[in-house]
């Protein structure tokens, strides 16, 4: 299964560089729903919400799971707050 999350800019270029190994999900009931008791095998991060056509706006990985715990504040997480912790694996490919 996939998970598809849009990303800002900034997120997206870290993650596409492969310097952002990370991405964060407020605890929330909306993504709790989203994500407890499901099993994504791949995470498809888009820059913002491009048409479906336009493919230079995404890429996908393998996702090596998700964690419960604080994040990295240079990666976008607010210092000692406790969030969903997505695992990115590696790039399957750009679309």
């Known amino acids: 299964m996939i998970l598809y999350l849009s990303l800002k800019e900034i997120w997206y270029r870290l993650i596409e560089a492969g310097i952002k190994i990370e991405e964060y999900r407020e605890i929330t009931e909306y993504w709790t729903k989203r994500l407890v008791g499901k099993h994504y095998d791949f995470v498809e991060f888009t820059l913002g919400y491009p048409k479906s ?35 990115i694996g590696e790039r399957v490919y750009s679309l």
């Open 53 to 87: 056509s336009d493919l230079s706006r995404r890429m996908r990985f393998k996702l090596n799971g998700i964690e419960v715990k604080s994040g990295n504040p240079d990666w976008g997480a607010e210092p000692g707050k406790i969030y969903y912790v997505l695992k």
